[in-house]
């Protein structure tokens, strides 16, 4: 029997596989310098504006990391970001930009709602699958729609996707505060039953198990994207539609494809919110996670581990700015600023890039 051996090359190549490219090092560096000139642009508006930039940033490092409750609150607030990022970055990756998944989070997270509240006795693993299958094809739906409107009328995704999430907060609005609305002022639903609500981690923050599955979904995005055929069709498509056609793929199909997707994921986050943290809908209950989630898309380098670190860097920035409020008397408003300065910085890589060719690291900076 011949016995084949693979020679020292051929492991060698095997391995590169996993390893990181000098490309990918060269980007991640660059990502990561651009958030440190950010982090420095918002030390010196501190201090211009007599605040004490270390004791600033001491108490927002407290407040997002200093405790188990601290990690819990941090992660608690990057789980929906994350989400919503993989939603845009599912759709960019196709060549699409679906810029609502703030609406696809809110109509995943009130059928979510609606399916948790009008069953009881069911086991919680029926009852809580049956949610946050509910919330992931509402989310699908909300994306099939201008994915249709694309193919069939020529319907540009981002004026569509952008109006839908208006109809989705007016539409949910009136859900929650007509027939489904709970006893009392606020503008909410009663409570989840207690079988279709997603298990607390890190007691006594809110952080629900709907991290798992968020890190679950960050695997298979990124697994589907470069292993998978689906994967290379959606990126052909992307990069470019006509010789993707040319070469026999389905540019319509993978478009429809790739917004349902997309919006599945997003209403997937909303279940999450629901299902795990607030146990019912509240109206308004998301401050913006659709639209963190594109900037978090971008600042993650459009790929979804990258996204996944970014929405935590977000959901620090919104937990410890809290914190740091509290302790320091420095305004909110300074985290939004810095949320903004690191995406301007990340936004320019050709800045950072000549910055760092005149500071003589040539490599980096090419």
């Known amino acids: 029997m011949t016995e084949v051996r693979a020679t020292k090359g051929e492991k060698s190549r095997g391995l590169s596989r996993f390893l990181p490219t000098s490309s990918t090092i060269k980007a991640v ?28 940033y001491s108490a927002m490092f407290r407040g997002a990391f200093g405790s188990l409750y ?86 540009h995704e981002v004026i569509t996707t952008m109006m839908l999430s208006y109809v989705a907060i007016y539409l949910t ?15 909410q639903t009663i409570p989840v039953s207690e079988s279709a609500r ?24 990124e697994y589907i994207l470069r292993r998978t055929v689906l994967g290379f069709e959606l990126r052909a498509t992307g990069l470019n539609p006509d010789a993707a056609e040319n070469a026999g793929i389905n540019v319509n199909r993978g478009m429809i494809l790739a917004l349902v997707i997309s919006g599945a994921i997003a209403g997937l986050g909303g279940s999450g919110e629901i299902l795990g943290v607030h146990r019912r809908f509240i109206n308004g209950f998301s401050p913006g996670y659709g639209w963190d989630g594109l900037a978090v898309a971008l600042v ?60 003589g690291l040539t490599w980096l900076g090419s």
Request: no cysteine; net charge positive; charged share 5%.
């Open 300 to 359: 993650g380098g459009l790929n979804p581990v990258g996204s996944f670190f970014a929405a935590i860097l977000f959901g620090a920035l919104r937990s410890g700015g809290m914190a740091m409020t509290r302790a320091t008397g420095v305004p909110l408003d300074i985290v939004f600023l810095l949320q903004a300065l690191v995406i301007l910085f990340v936004a320019a890589p050709k800045m950072i890039r000549t910055l760092l060719k005149r500071s």
């Open 198 to 221: 997603l298990p607390r981690i890190l007691s006594p923050s809110q952080l629900s198990a709907s991290l798992y599955l968020v890190v679950l979904l960050v695997v298979l995005t």
């Open 29 to 56: 560096f660059v990502q990561i310098l651009a958030i440190l000139l950010a982090f420095v642009t918002g030390a010196i508006v501190l201090s211009l504006t007599g605040y004490s930039p270390i004791q600033a």
């Open 173 to 187: 609005s009136y859900m929650v505060n007509y027939p489904f609305k709970a006893p009392g002022w606020v503008a």
């Open 70 to 155: 601290s990690i819990g609150q941090t992660l608690t607030k990057a789980t929906p970001i994350t989400f919503t990022a993989l939603a845009f970055l599912f759709a960019f990756k196709s060549g699409l930009f679906n810029i609502g998944a703030e609406g696809q989070l809110i109509i995943g997270a009130m059928a979510s709602a609606v399916v948790g509240i009008s069953f009881s006795g069911l086991p919680a693993p029926v009852h809580i699958t049956l949610a946050l299958l509910a919330g992931a094809v509402a989310g699908g739906l909300w994306g099939f729609i201008p994915a249709y409107l694309r193919v069939r009328f020529g319907a």
